[in-house]
């Protein structure tokens, strides 16, 4: 069935660098898109979301782009933190469920 | 602190037994959704409840059940649980339930219950 997935499962970053986390979805009837950070031993925490009908949105230190010509989205982090350090899961809404991607393991080095 | 509740935070049991896991929701929300999470896989959808009512399904087994409280409040039911079963059980609650398009419905998750199935 479609589904969202990530293209890579981990991702090594220089502290201080910028990470670049991307999603590849295959529905292309979804229509609203977030991104979710998971610290370890803690639930998924919201981070940033975007609707199908925008290119890019901004937040803290952080931008979502979509391009839904090839159905793709990342998530870019800028000056990446230790306390980035976490998994992260691009999710979409569709048929009125919220379903998951594999998630993205992000290690920032020191 | 995210303000959904969820206990046992860790629960260990033998396969055939049963658990129930507990989740109280944000105050103000009234979905409440369940997804586990295996050590290889993502976050799988289990099922969702509105205001008492389900409202959605996902890959929820039949040995698997849910309901939604008049206070709102869920519990997921596990029962004769094999060893596969051994996850983290997440509950999310948000104001209005899933729809495309809209931001209010943004989940808000609690930090997870460990089942270990011996």
């Known amino acids: 069935g479609e589904s969202v997935g990530l293209h890579l499962p981990t991702l090594s970053v220089q502290e201080g660098d910028n990470s670049i986390i991307n999603c590849a979805y295959s529905?292309?009837?979804?229509?609203?898109f977030i991104w979710y950070k998971q610290e370890s031993g803690k639930g998924p925490q919201f981070i940033i979301d975007?609707?199908?009908?925008?290119d890019k949105r901004q937040g803290q230190r952080v931008t979502v782009l979509l391009n839904k010509t090839v159905k793709h989205l990342s998530l870019q982090i800028a000056a990446t933190q230790p306390g980035d350090s976490a998994v992260y899961f691009c999710?979409?809404?569709?048929?009125?469920?919220?379903?998951f991607g594999a998630g993205t393991t992000v290690t920032v080095r020191a | 602190d995210s303000g959904v509740t969820q206990t046992p935070k860790h629960l260990i049991t033998a396969t055939g037994q049963r658990v129930t896991l507990r989740c109280s929701p944000r105050?103000?929300?009234?979905?409440v959704y369940w997804y586990q999470q295996s050590l290889d896989q993502g976050l799988q959808f289990l099922i969702q409840?509105?205001?008492?009512?389900?409202?959605a399904k996902g890959n929820i087994l039949e040995r698997f059940s849910a309901q939604q409280f008049p206070d709102l409040h869920s519990e997921l039911n596990l029962s004769s649980l094999e060893l596969g079963d051994s996850a983290l059980y997440f509950c999310?609650?948000?104001?209005?339930?899933?729809?495309?398009?809209?931001?209010?419905?943004?989940?808000?998750f609690g930090a997870g219950s460990r089942l270990t199935v011996l």
């Open positions: 409840y509105y205001n008492g009512e389900e409202r």
């Open positions: 999710a979409e809404i569709n048929d009125y469920k919220l379903s």
């Open positions: 529905n292309s009837a979804s229509d609203y």
């Open positions: 999310a609650s948000s104001v209005v339930p899933v729809a495309g398009g809209s931001g209010a419905n943004v989940l808000t």
């Open positions: 975007i609707r199908s009908n925008m």
């Open positions: 105050s103000g929300d009234l979905s």
